[in-house]
């Protein structure tokens, strides 16, 4: 059964940084396309950032609203999805969830407000 869990959001000042975590179970995680989507209070789901395991050639992929901030990466001997998020915006404030396919996991929060 594929199983998703992010961690590590919070709340941040405007500026700040957070890296939230994914944490993979259930399938072969580097033969899997691994994204990041967010939903903020009131909105619909926002894609974020792809990254194709089973390229390793593969670059990345952001959305405009996130590129140069945010950098997706993984660390394939634990089964774990990184998002590391820099200079952080009040428009960041969002629940997070990775995501493989359809699946998603519980999300984690992440709010932006001094």
């Known amino acids: 059964e594929v199983q998703l869990a992010e961690s590590g959001g919070g709340l941040v000042q405007p500026g700040g940084s957070l890296r939230l975590s994914c944490t993979a179970t259930g399938f072969t995680f580097n033969s899997h396309v691994m994204s990041w989507v967010r939903q903020a209070p009131g909105k619909g789901v926002e894609w974020i950032s792809t990254?194709?395991?089973?390229?390793?050639?593969?670059?990345?992929t952001y959305a405009e609203s996130v590129k140069g901030r945010f950098t997706i990466s993984t660390d394939n001997g634990k089964n774990i999805l990184y998002l590391q998020m820099n200079d952080l915006k009040p428009e960041d404030t969002a629940v997070y969830y990775c995501t493989q396919g359809l699946k998603r996991g519980q999300g984690t929060q992440v709010i932006v407000s001094s």
């Open positions: 990254l194709n395991l089973r390229n390793s050639d593969a670059e990345p």
